[in-house]
């Protein structure tokens, strides 16, 4: 199945390099349960393309450098949920929506190489079988047999995008449907919900006592674009101390989190590629749901809308101002 | 090259902790041009202040507490070390912080670090000094050094660049070394102006015009990196080997100690290993030192 | 310090308990909240850390794996303070305001255990780095000289190692002062410096002192087990000639390549954060009114502000630079100024990067490339 679905990425692939400088998509892996992001720039390597379920970096990562770097068009194999960083950026006009071309490959649900890896202890994979409902996997102990609805991305489990929503320019559509089983978005929000103030501060005390502060988290959004011109890093005014202490860092993660307002996909990048495995994704999810409540806005679905925080209204509906006096 | 363990030498370095600065005291502040300052301090200390001595072409950490410490080469005249002149462009968060500093305030220092102009297995050869902006500072202790042991050396030429007469850095050495016998100095602007009477042209132009003899010389040049990189393929131009042309590089520098591992051009480390590299030494480094 | 000797596997939580009395002991736990493994302070998980796995406390002793990040902050911790300063008036001459420069420093005494070789050739680069040099960074070599090592002999290879191809062995036990070996119901102890003798000595009541027979046993055991571990990871990674790389990546200096393996790099420093030879740091200043301190923290290299000076200008401005720059200071320039490489082949690197960079492969690619 992903072979025949790799053949048609690379079809439509050659049929929009040419008008494209540089392609980027998912190439074979350091090992057999990584995939490596890849970018191309002959049409004669499109071959190293591929698709599966392990493809489950974001590629729009790339979209903004890309497109300061190359004079011309950037092409872009992306899943639909990665598509909405795309539409993010265009809609912030931080990329023209001409000079990215959308590879959309329809998607039943990516596997988070990081949960079958520390399911197995760490252990060297020899080999990868991925199939629908199983995983066979090949240890120096022998063959085993995972099942794969226990490893898929946890933004899967709650994934509610429609393929046609994320059309692009060009659509691949998967013959599989999302097979990750449901399960509450807002869940883990609601846990810590539960719990009295005390507890919450407790909480992310812990969480973030555990962070080497090494900007993975923001460095690979693929909208915090002004990474090279950090407010955290800016010794004039000295807002942010270096040092990794439990309160700096939240204050950092605090930060990110105002600056994406209105503006994250949800990707769940972030907390993908902490090597801390700090539940960061909580903190936007919130954000996110007070974004919804308030401004009825869900971030890179629509090219033309303008986040809220990027508009001004004299009145917001959902908003009650307090009379100043 | 001179390459005596620094260490070895007399100065604050030596102490155990080589992060601690010795605080010293600003003395005076001359505007030299519009944004670039400099500053003379005097170790506050006055143990540490007899013993004390650097050579031409070694640097230091200054330091404003609050701010942050920056690199600056020691630019007076190393047969004085009891007042220390640095000379900073305002561009950074330090540098503002050090322009602004007056005269009674104090600041941390830590030096001397690095290695120096080798001007002893110069003598006996015709000097030609090459800088640009406020890349003169380097090079300025040097100049005195070869005009206060004059007989030592031949021939000493200056050519010194700068964008308008208004960017020329210490326009009082340079009123002094014009009327001087002992050092020729010839003195070039980017764009022709009222009432300059002198060079006009880029450095490395000028430098081609002048056509100077590599014949026992050794030529130094210091300036923004684009001029290092232009003047450098003059004189290669020009006949120069590569063993007699120096230049004092920078980058960004942290401990000043060889550990901090930031200021590494290839394996070399500026700290310790420069700030002053013969073009020979430089060519053997793979990465580009521009 | 030929002595051997025995530690029942039982006596090994009282034997770090007492340790733990005059020293911070860390050892390689697992949280359980987290999954995570890393080496924390006995004395602060004490009540919540299990010995064996079915305990259900939240941390549980993990001498297999390799822990996440090195253990190169109990001696280099990421950050840490150089001086306090502070602004005073002189009160003589209220005009005349002084500054008052003081440093202090704690250098516990401290105990890791369970190190895995890769780790302890990894001290041994930092204490070169460090110890080593026109001058000695005392804030490092303080903890570091009240620092002893106890180590593990390594049976399992993971995912990413690759110890043997850069020149390490899982039993090489060459930079620690105590080397175990899990020997069925208990630990056999060697001893190799005159610390690890002192620690050895002192912890009598739970180490035995093996006869010599037994004692040339386990021995030749221990070099059974390290030469079949060896021979386990090197069937997996052939060893590149170490003394050679410097000179082949001097001569790939230009290749190609570099464009091609590094342009996925997000220049995030999760892999130089969690390398145990990583050992670059920054230099900064916090001032809160009148008084501040001065204080270093690590710094990453793959960082576009890394190099980027003040006038603007940025040596390494974009990231194939950065990364070039990188590899060849782990494979090439350290190798050049140190005479090691810098790399022991944790694969802590491979295993963090969030976007799949493989830096054994990327090395091979390049060398492999080496024309322009």
Same mark, same amino acid.
């Given at each position: 199945m992903a072979k025949k679905l790799t053949e048609t990425i690379i079809a439509k692939a050659e049929e929009l *390099? &040419? %008008?494209?400088?540089v392609m980027a998509g998912y190439s074979k892996g350091s090992n057999p349960l990584k995939v490596s992001p890849c970018f191309i720039e002959k049409k004669q390597d499109l071959d190293q393309l591929i698709f599966d379920k392990?493809?489950?970096?974001?590629?729009?990562?790339y979209a903004y450098r890309l497109s300061k770097q190359v004079k011309g068009n950037i092409g872009m194999v992306l899943k639909p949920c990665d598509a909405k960083a795309v539409n993010q950026l265009i809609s912030e006009e931080l990329i023209d929506r001409a000079a990215c071309k959308m590879l959309v490959v329809g998607c039943a649900g990516v596997l988070d190489h990081q949960k079958i890896s520390r399911h197995l202890g760490g252990a060297r994979v020899f080999s990868a079988n991925i199939g629908p409902e199983t995983i066979e996997v090949e240890t120096a102990e022998g063959k085993k047999e995972l099942k794969t609805a226990d490893f898929y991305a946890d933004k899967c489990h709650w994934c509610s995008i429609s393929d046609q929503d994320m059309g692009g320019d060009v659509f691949v559509e998967n013959q599989q449907k999302l097979q990750a089983p449901k399960k509450d978005r807002f869940e883990d929000v609601k846990q810590l919900e539960k719990l009295d103030l005390d507890q919450i501060e407790a909480y992310w005390k812990d969480e973030f006592s555990?962070?080497?502060?090494?900007y993975a988290c923001r460095n690979v959004c693929p909208l915090e674009v002004c990474q090279d011109q950090c407010i955290v890093h800016? &010794? *004039?005014?000295?807002?942010?101390? %270096?040092?990794?202490v439990p309160s700096e860092n939240k204050f950092f993660q605090l930060i990110r989190v105002m600056h994406l307002a209105g503006r994250c996909v949800e990707c769940g990048e972030c907390q993908r590629v902490c090597p801390q495995n700090i539940g960061l994704l909580k903190m936007m999810k919130k954000m996110n749901q007070q974004i919804e409540t308030l401004f009825n806005f869900t971030p890179g679905m629509d090219v033309e809308a303008k986040p809220p925080l990027l508009t001004y209204k004299t009145v917001e509906e959902n908003i009650e101002e307090e009379e100043l006096i | 090259m001179d390459k005596t363990n620094i260490v070895e030498s007399k100065h604050v370095m030596a102490k155990e902790n080589p992060y601690l600065p010795s605080v010293a005291v600003v003395k005076k502040t001359i505007k030299e041009t519009p944004n670039i300052i400099s500053v003379q301090v005097m170790l506050e200390d006055e143990s540490e202040r007899d013993s004390f001595s650097f050579k031409p072409g070694q640097v230091a950490q200054l330091s404003v507490f609050g701010s942050g410490e920056s690199t600056f080469v020691i630019n007076s005249p190393a047969s004085d070390p009891s007042m220390l002149q640095f000379t900073v462009m305002k561009v950074g968060v330090n540098t503002t912080a050090i322009s602004n500093l007056s005269p009674g305030e104090r600041v941390g220092i830590r030096a001397p670090l690095g290695n120096w102009f080798p001007c002893q297995a110069w003598e006996g050869k015709k000097i030609l000094i090459v800088g640009g902006g406020i890349g003169l500072a380097p090079l300025r202790p040097l100049i005195f050094h070869i005009l206060e042991n004059r007989k030592k050396y031949k021939d000493l030429t200056l050519l010194y660049a700068a964008k308008?007469?208004?960017?020329?850095?210490?326009k009082a050495d340079l009123k002094q070394w014009e009327a001087s016998k002992d050092i020729n100095l010839a003195q070039t602007i980017d764009t022709a102006c009222h009432g300059w009477d002198e060079e006009v042209g880029l450095c490395p132009h000028v430098l081609e015009k002048m056509k100077p003899s590599p014949e026992g010389t050794v030529a130094v040049t210091c300036g923004p990196p684009i001029m290092i990189k232009f003047t450098l393929e003059v004189l290669k131009k020009l006949n120069f080997d590569s063993s007699h042309v120096y230049t004092t590089l920078e980058r960004r520098m942290k401990c000043g100690v060889g550990k901090c591992g930031r200021c590494n051009i290839g394996e070399k480390f500026v700290c310790v290993d420069g700030p002053v590299f013969s073009l020979e030494e430089l060519e053997k480094i793979p990465e580009p030192f521009i | 310090m030929e002595t051997i000797y025995t530690l029942k596997k039982q006596d090994l939580k009282p034997w770090l308990e007492s340790l733990a009395q005059d020293s911070d002991v860390y050892v390689p736990a697992r949280d359980r909240d987290n999954s995570l493994v890393d080496f924390f302070n006995l004395s602060e998980i004490k009540d919540d850390l299990g010995f064996g796995q079915g305990q259900e406390k939240r941390y549980v002793l993990d001498l297999v794996e390799k822990t996440k990040r090195s253990p190169k902050q109990v001696m280099y911790p990421h950050w840490e303070d150089l001086l306090d300063f502070s602004y005073e008036k002189d009160p003589e001459n209220i005009e005349d305001e002084k500054i008052k420069l003081s440093v202090s420093q704690e250098a516990p005494n401290s105990i890791i255990f369970g190190l895995k070789s890769c780790d302890c050739q990894a001290i041994a680069k930092m204490d070169a780095v460090f110890g080593q040099g026109i001058v000695k960074d005392p804030y490092y070599m303080k903890r570091r000289e009240n620092t002893v090592l106890i180590s593990l002999g390594c049976d399992t290879v993971f995912e990413d190692c690759f110890c043997t191809a850069v020149g390490g062995s899982p039993y090489g036990f060459d930079h620690t002062d105590l080397g175990l070996m899990e020997d069925g119901d208990h630990y056999v102890v060697f001893v190799y410096t005159k610390k690890g003798n002192a620690l050895a000595q002192a912890s009598n009541s739970y180490l035995a002192k093996a006869d010599a027979k037994d004692g040339q046993d386990y021995k030749s055991r221990m070099q059974e087990r390290g030469r079949k571990a060896s021979e386990k990871m090197s069937s997996m990674w052939p060893k590149t000639a170490v003394e050679d790389m410097a000179e082949h990546l001097n001569k790939a200096f230009d290749a190609s390549q570099w464009k091609k393996v590094s342009q996925q790099c997000i220049s995030c420093g999760a892999c130089t954060f969690v390398c145990p030879t990583c050992y670059c740091f920054d230099i900064r200043d916090d001032k809160d009114n009148r008084q501040g301190k001065r204080y270093r923290c690590w710094d990453f290299c793959t960082s576009y502000l890394y190099t980027l000076e003040a006038s603007g200008h940025n040596p390494r401005e974009d990231i194939q630079k950065r990364y070039k720059n990188k590899v060849n200071c782990k494979y090439n320039y350290n190798f050049q100024r140190q005479g090691h490489l810098y790399c022991v082949g944790c694969g802590r690197c491979v295993e963090v990067c969030p976007v799949d960079m493989d830096i054994r492969q990327i090395v091979a690619a390049v060398l492999k490339s080496k024309q322009p």
């Open positions: *390099f &040419d %008008q494209v400088e392990l493809c489950i970096n974001n590629l729009a990562t555990r962070c080497i502060r090494c800016l &010794d *004039f005014p000295n807002w942010q101390s %270096q040092k990794v | 308008t007469p208004d960017d020329r850095c210490y | -």
